[in-house]
């Protein structure tokens, strides 16, 4: 499995960024994807996660009601929508797949993520 982000920036606070992520070197496994993001000095953390089928996702409440994780297979990419983006926000963000990525779940827990993409940096600043 290999990862690659796309779409980091920075932006003004109340702005707007798209995060893309494409996978490639899949052996026909249905997988999950997921987004974390680590700030300067602090633990990476979840973000948002979406299943094989895309029609189950999981967001970190910092990321709900701003944040749209979506996916589409034929492209085996996943996008990252986020709006209304803050200062708090500023990071590198990380796509992931977990290392069971034959279950198709979409994990919250960054212990069972094994495979990363080289992150994108997003700013947020005025």
């Known amino acids: 499995v290999q990862l690659q982000a796309f779409g980091g920036g920075s932006v003004l606070p109340g702005g707007s960024l798209r995060l893309s992520c494409a996978e490639s070197?899949?052996?026909?496994?249905?997988?999950?994807m997921a987004w974390f993001r680590q700030a300067p000095g602090k633990e990476r953390e979840f973000v948002s996660a979406i299943n094989w089928a895309g029609d189950k996702s999981e967001y970190a409440d910092s990321a709900k009601g701003r944040f749209t994780i979506s996916r589409d297979n034929a492209k085996n990419t996943v996008w990252l929508q986020m709006t209304s983006l803050k200062p708090e926000d500023t990071a590198v963000y990380y796509c992931?797949?977990?290392?069971?990525?034959?279950?198709?779940?979409?994990?919250?827990?960054?212990?069972?993520?094994?495979?990363w993409g080289q992150g994108t940096q997003v700013t947020v600043s005025s």
């Open positions: 992931a797949v977990p290392r069971n990525h034959a279950s198709g779940i979409a994990y919250t827990e960054l212990i069972e993520y094994g495979y």
């Open positions: 070197g899949r052996t026909n496994s249905r997988i999950a």
